[in-house]
């Protein structure tokens, strides 16, 4: 995680904890990388922001004299200067209910003491990632001034963060991008099921770089979790598939700006051929992309053609990557196995239109995989 590109120098984390040991053992876990501000209370913290002190992340104690933190939390999130900061619960209280109070008082994470350093350093360090790319998405789009071809050079950018934080192995994002190259040209001749607009060169070009975007919620998501080895736990899984949303409200926020900025009308049509096409198909991938053509992915229980066409083919670009390569839960699959399985899903995680397109260029899409894998997962 040390290779993470922010400006570690110009961050601040507040630190609030009624307990002066724990206070000194968070300031010397995270000072090296941040200038840390400690407060023993939550009035004394609410205190440091309204003169000024503002921080760019919060680690919260729930149980302490006065205000507890779900009240410290709640009353943070009410002040416009740090609405939007990420406030992480750290507290002895581990019950679930517990961190459904958290995140219902407006908490991006949860962590239960005694947790160790590092920890707590990564999962700080990934909601700082996050702000940072929201941030930079926002003004970006402030810049636009009708030159939407800049809001996209940025936004495929922080396409790579995912990369950099080595989720997913260092080039994952451009193997994904070009499966659903390979994919979409494909299913272009067929025309079936609402793919017919990736004819359109225009069309598929914007497709295929707003691909690298698919998987941008995962910046919110806590670094021992993406990386558990083993089976993930019923809340854990459900923590794991938040990420479509999160990226999708991400993406969605910078549409909603974009569009004040333009004017744009976003008709059907604009969604795939207007000046927010890249924007809109990268919002319907990042929410859709789990979605199952029989009904039983998430988050929507989305089935069918009401499954937006560009998810259907990053959803099984991303299957077909998993499979092949090394993950923290899994060894890698063998191709022989990687295509009876996929081959076996269709019609019911899988468009069939996508998995007979992919019956043409599994061949292709192989070579893609063998050329732009790292070693260290392929075995």
Known sequence: MSD????????????????PANLMLLTHALARDYRVVTARSGEEALALVEAGDLPDAVLLDVVMPGLDGYEVCRRFKALPATAEVPVIFLSARGDSQDEILGFEAGAVDYIVKPSPAVVVRARVRNQLALRH?????????????GEVVTLESGLQAFAAMGDALGKTGA??????QRYVELLATAVAAVGQHGHSAWADEAVRKKLVGSAALYDLGKL???????LKPGVLTPEERARMQTHAEMGAQAL?????EAVSHLG?????DSGMRGPLAFLTLARDMALSHHEHWDGQGYPLGLSGEQIPAS????GFADVYDALLSRRPHKAPWGRERVREHLLAQRGRQFDPVVVDAFVGVEAEMYQVWERQTDAVDRV
């Open 4 to 19: 993470l590109p922010l400006p570690h120098d110009q961050k601040t984390v507040m630190v609030v904890d009624d307990a």
């Open 133 to 145: 790319a929201q941030e930079q998405l926002a003004s970006a789009n402030r810049a636009l001034q």
């Open 171 to 176: 080039q994952h994002t451009r193997r994904i």
């Open 220 to 226: 919110g998501l806590p670094e021992d979790l993406l």
């Open 252 to 256: 969605q926020g910078v549409l909603d």
């Open 264 to 268: 744009t009308h976003m008709t059907a």
């Open 311 to 314: 998810a259907r083919l990053v």
